[in-house]
Nanobody, 119 residues
Framework: VQLQASGGGLVKAGGSRRLSCARS????????MGWYRQALGKQRELVAT???????NYQNSVQGRFTISVDDAKKTVYLQMNSLKAEDTAVYYC??????????????WGKGTLVTVSS
């Protein structure tokens, strides 16, 4: 399984950006798909996750501004980011957690995509 994240770039504060994460390869069962981020000098943190059933979870600081969604046909997870703030500047990573067979848990990570929000 490979994850290809894209959509990062430079955006002004208050602006919007949409990140995409395309998955290739097969996985037996997906538990969650998500986005994480890591700002310079800080630990990686959860941004948002979504289950195959559509349940979502957001970090408090992005609640109401970011939306995670999935296009099953395209095997792609999106992160729509609105009202961006300087503190959203980070490298964003997509992740898929699940099982490679009925017994073996796995998690996959894409290479990060940098989002820079200028104030």
């Amino acid at each position: 399984v490979q994850l290809q994240a894209s959509g990062g770039g430079l955006v002004k504060a208050g602006g919007s950006r949409r990140l995409s994460c395309a998955r290739s390869g097969s996985i037996f069962k997906i538990r969650t798909m998500g986005w994480y981020r890591q700002a310079l000098g800080k630990q990686r943190e959860l941004v948002a996750t979504v289950t195959p059933g559509g349940s979502t979870n957001y970090q408090n600081s992005v609640q109401g501004r970011f939306t995670i969604s999935v296009d099953d046909a395209k095997k792609t997870v999106y992160l729509q980011m609105n009202s961006l703030k300087a503190e959203d500047t980070a490298v964003y990573y997509c992740s898929v957690e699940g099982y490679s067979d009925p017994w073996t848990p796995v998690d996959y990570w894409g290479k990060g995509t940098l989002v820079t929000v200028s104030s």
